[in-house]
């Protein structure tokens, strides 16, 4: 093993000056305000990597001792760093997939602390299960978080996911505040946290838009902002939805979702993000999202999409083929919710926590109360109808597309027909007939792909007897073509 992020652990200078003077403002001049457990996150291969950080009131040297779980101590691996810092970052690196693990940290300055973590599988039909756990944030109920929190606890998932509100960067009213309401997430999530990887994407509280936010300095993800994440069969798809920031978002998330669709070892893509497009009460959708990113979710046929933000549960049905979640139970004050509204098919106002159980293309849905009680329940199973390949196809080069009509309306079609266009169908390239593959009903055609498009090449498929098209709900699929520079 090696040391890592040495160089992040020296950044803080004058830091703990400032925590005690505002603690001394807001009477905690007794507390060391700082010092936080230890957190699991995957920064690198879920599979065979984990990174655990923590911070403490004083720098000292660290080290880190694990083992698989149930073997004994003897067969323990450990990694040190030999310079003292107050913010210590290991990354663990070689372990076997599909694993659990114990460790014990420890510094020299008299701290310790064990938890344990789970590693993802590299058989992607292995079944898991994960818990989506939202918006504990600034208004913070201590008492219904520190419940959720033990009911993940008790869950006992194999990790867990975020769409964020942590704490309260963004809206914390001075200083201290802000410090006092990211010790307030640490506190409530501490045996969680020492249970589970702890996966989350940014919410409005958690300031993002602040590149001197702590959001930025005390979570060690891949990226602060946007990343992806793949856990057995499942791309998650992390994205930042700071308001302002929704349009900048549309072509980076353009392209992880065609690479994610268009991966044949992908059967489930899943964006995650703090606003949501789709909320129906107290606290409405957000409109730059339905505008910029909902049409992308459609087109390349992603889902579930897990947001927050709302203070409720929301599970939709089906919305131009996509279906939206909105879990925003973990402990700030709940909104009010429609349930009555024709595009849910169940919502309620509780704090919760959502469990999902994976196994192939089949999910299953639990939602849960903090005392583990399900008040609802959901399966989905993955279908797409379209693979492109290569993902990114070339100028000049030979590209193959896939289309796979069950449950569409050729589904019965004798002959199927692929319309090909380039970039918003601008101009029409071609009608290509399709070949059906007699053992899995999928229709293909290979093509050389034409100089003309400038982005990407536009197409869905008809019936040529019939004239009868499936257009994805008139959004059409893209390939984005290969960049040359």
Known sequence: MEKVNAGKRRKIICFGWACLLGALATGWAAERTWELPVMATWTEDPRTTVTLAWERHEAAVARVTYRE?????????????????????????????????????????????????????????????????????????????????????????????????????????????????????????????????FQPASGNHDEPENPDSFWHRLLELPDAHDYTLDVGPIRFVMVDSTEDEIPSRVAWLTRELQRAAYDADVTWVIPMFHRPPFSEGEREGEAGIREWWVPLFT?????????????????????????????????????????HHPSMAFATSAYHFVQFHVAGDVMRLEAKTADGAVFDRAEYRAHRHVRVKPAFPARGESCTIEYQPAGGPLAEAKQVTLHLGRDEFHHLLDDLPMTRDEASGVWRVTFTVPDSPKWNLAFCFFDPRTRVWHNNYTRNWHALLQREW
Not at 131 to 140: K, P, R, S, T
Not at 299 to 325: C, I, K, M, N
């Open 69 to 197: 779980l149930g073997a004994p101590e003897d067969a323990a691996w450990v990694v040190s760093d030999a310079t003292p810092a107050r913010r210590h970052v290991f990354t663990l690196r070689d372990l076997r997939p599909a694993t659990r693990y114990a460790y014990t940290v420890s510094s020299a300055d008299g701290y310790e602390a064990s938890g344990r973590f789970w590693t993802a599988p590299a058989d992607r039909v292995q079944p898991f299960t994960f818990v989506l756990h939202n918006d504990l944030q600034g208004g913070i109920h201590v008492d219904a978080a520190k419940a959720v929190s033990a009911g993940v606890v008790a869950a006992n998932p194999d990790f867990v996911v975020s769409t964020g509100d942590l704490a309260d960067s963004r809206f914390g009213y001075d200083y201290a505040a802000v410090i006092h309401s990211w010790n307030l997430f640490f506190e409530c999530l501490r045996e969680e946290l020492a249970a589970f990887v």
């Open 299 to 339: 087109r390349y046929e992603a889902g579930p999409v897990f947001s927050g933000h709302a203070h409720t549960y929301q599970r939709t049905v089906p919305l131009d083929g996509v279906y939206y979640l909105v879990s925003g139970g973990g402990g700030g004050w709940p909104y009010a919710v429609n349930p």
